[in-house]
């Protein structure tokens, strides 16, 4: 019996939306880590810190609103998936 197209595109979605927690920690820290090895080096502590701690914040909800984007596209086959229009 061969699997129908609806469960590759659940697993599909499963697979991305699995993303997001990465994407909403990942981005802010090393933002958050950046901006503290900056603050250091040129000693004006605390700006470079909270601006790429924002960065960070910002990049997160991006590529997560991305992502929720693809979750909810139709499935045209592989040609997104690949880059290809």
Known sequence: MKPGKDQYNWARQMGLLSTIPFLMAV???AGLLIGRYLDKRFDVYPV???IFLLL???A???EVALVLKKA???DDGDKRDRGAK
């Open 27 to 29: 981005p802010p820290i």
């Open 48 to 50: 470079l810190t909270i």
């Open 56 to 58: 960070g914040f910002v």
């Open 60 to 62: 997160g909800v991006r």
């Open 72 to 74: 909810n596209a139709p």
